[in-house]
């Protein structure tokens, strides 16, 4: 059992900057990958990036490479999604998800959900 809670979301104006974090309660939350996906209004939620258990490598979808770095913390069980150079298309609701699939990418494989948080970019 895995519970997860979103926190950081809020108002910038684009080219600005957000940091995320997910806060996970449970006893083997090392041993799971994190995801963060986001949902924009009236559109499906999809993939933005993700980690493994050993934080060795990650991975992300290309609109956000180069301005986004996703991270994590075992120790104090968290995971963190930095955002830089936010545009107005970043826009969406954002969450953390944990998983024990490689398939990152496939919202379908992830077990564990918290619910959301806004982030909202203004040209």
């Known amino acids: 059992q895995v519970q997860l809670i979103e926190s950081g979301g809020g108002l910038v104006q684009a080219g600005g900057s957000l940091r995320l974090s997910c806060v996970a309660s449970?006893?083997?939350?090392?041993?799971?990958?994190m995801g963060w996906f986001r949902q924009a209004p009236g559109k499906e939620r999809v993939f933005v990036a993700a980690?493994?258990?050993?934080?060795?490598?990650?991975y992300y979808v290309d609109s956000v490479k180069g301005r986004f770095t996703i991270s994590r913390d075992n120790v104090k069980n968290t995971v963190y999604l930095q955002m830089n150079s936010l545009k107005p298309e970043d826009t969406a609701v954002y969450y953390c998800?944990?998983?024990?699939?490689?398939?990152?990418?496939?919202?379908?494989?992830?077990?564990?959900w918290g619910q959301g948080t806004q982030v909202t970019v203004s040209s």
């Open positions: 449970g006893r083997s939350f090392s041993s799971y990958h």
């Open positions: 998800a944990a998983t024990r699939s490689i398939i990152y990418r496939d919202p379908g494989v992830y077990n564990y």
């Open positions: 980690i493994p258990w050993s934080g060795g490598s990650t």
